[in-house]
């Protein structure tokens, strides 16, 4: 029987992140993916703005994008309900990144991956989730030093 691979829930900013930059550690990610090490997920709602973000700031970057979601077998999430929404809102109270989180929690992954400190990264007083939450550096590293989940 295979191991169950390792799932890291992707936000928008680390698949803008992986479209701008070929050798950082977002695109590492995929990398990581394509060779069977991890099995990235993203939500509904991360697609759309993806997709949004890359049309307004780097346009002839989307087949980027959609080569990067297809080599690395970029899962889909399903789409949270309200009340899903609403309960990710006592942590996170910026609405649309309150709605990610509520995707990332329906995803159930090992770790959630994010550039974003403001809502996320720096947060006083982590929440308790059954997901890490890091940059795609902080799970690289966790990768290397064998201490994958949370």
């Known amino acids: 029987m295979k191991p169950r691979s390792l799932s890291a829930f992707l936000d928008t900013s680390v698949l803008f992140a992986a479209v701008l930059s070929p050798s950082g550690g977002a695109r590492k990610l995929f990398h990581l993916a394509e060779a069977g090490v991890l099995r990235l997920v993203v939500g509904p709602t991360v697609l759309i703005e993806a997709d949004e973000v890359v049309r307004r700031k780097a346009t002839t970057s989307r087949p980027i994008l959609a080569q990067l979601l297809d080599a690395g077998r970029v899962e889909t999430s399903p789409a949270p309900t309200e009340i899903q929404v609403e309960n990710a809102r006592q942590y996170v109270q910026y609405a649309p990144d309150a709605r ?26 982590e929440p308790r989730f059954a997901f890490a939450i890091g940059t795609p550096g902080d799970l690289i590293q966790s990768i290397k030093d064998g201490f994958c989940l949370p």
């Not at 509520?102 to 990264?121: G, M, S």
Request: hydrophobic letters at 40%; charged letters at 25%; aromatic letters at 12%.
């Open 100 to 125: 990610v989180l509520a995707e990332a929690i329906c995803a159930e992954p090992d770790w959630f991956v994010t550039h974003d400190k403001e809502h996320f990264l720096n947060q006083k007083t």
